[in-house]
């Protein structure tokens, strides 16, 4: 009897920790209307790709001149392409515009993924936020 009390126990405590750790990876992940990208889901894009956005605030604000920085990714994980999105106006008053320029060479995979993570000089790892766009090669 006090063998399944423990193992009820246990397995509580294991369910109310993935219940956190769910819910922290979920808000890393929110953008909640904070930044507005040129780049649409499924869109077909080739090299040189210029991106242009605008970022409205939240955890998406501009830092030194830079807003984030912006990923091409295989669906392995491998980051083919990266550049900064680097503020065209002035990057402490909201919304702040901004740009970025990838470039990379043609590539045999079809589906890759933009990731755009913004720019956190706090290093509080609560305040990423990240915005994933599935893209194809053109």
Do not use: C
């Amino acid at each position: 009897m006090k063998r399944n009390r423990i193992i009820i126990g246990i397995v509580l405590l294991l369910i109310i920790g993935l219940f956190f750790v769910i819910e922290y990876f979920s808000k890393t992940k929110e953008i909640n209307n904070e930044i507005e990208i040129n780049i649409t889901k499924g869109q077909i894009i080739k090299s040189p790709l210029l991106i242009k956005g605008t970022v409205t605030g939240g955890k998406w604000v501009g830092f030194e001149g830079q807003v984030g920085r912006v990923e091409l990714v295989q669906s392995n994980g491998l980051v083919l392409a990266s550049a900064p999105l680097l503020t065209i106006s002035d990057w402490t008053n909201l919304p702040t515009n901004f740009e970025a320029k990838l470039i990379f060479n043609s590539l045999e995979e079809k589906d890759l993924l933009l990731v755009f993570h913004n720019e956190n000089p706090s290093g509080i790892l609560e305040n990423d936020r990240i915005l994933n766009i599935p893209v194809k090669i053109k």
